[in-house]
């Protein structure tokens, strides 16, 4: 099982389509609210990442809501 993550903001449309999409796929995943997490928010700036959402599959990141990349990443980890 791969280890799913989703990078999110409060009232973020965006991050809850994500979030619906994964687990409309059975896909078990944890969410980090990078407003409140000032580790993880350090984490995707040093990666040049300043938006939400971003999932990290297995480290993998995509950013954005992007169902058919979302997909492919899940599907090769």
């Not at 995943?29 to 000032?38: A, L, Q, R």
């Not at 990666?47 to 939400?52: E, K, N, S, V, Y």
Request: hydrophobic residues 40%.
């Amino acid at each position: 099982m791969s280890d799913v993550i989703v990078y999110s903001t409060p009232l973020c449309p965006p991050c809850e389509r994500l979030k619906r999409h994964l687990r409309a796929k059975g896909v078990p995943f944890s969410v980090i609210d990078i407003m409140m997490d000032e580790e993880a928010g350090a984490f995707l700036e040093s990666r040049g990442i300043r938006g939400a959402p971003v999932l990290s599959v297995d480290g993998e990141l995509l950013v954005g809501f992007d169902p058919e990349r979302i997909d492919q990443l899940l599907a090769k980890h």
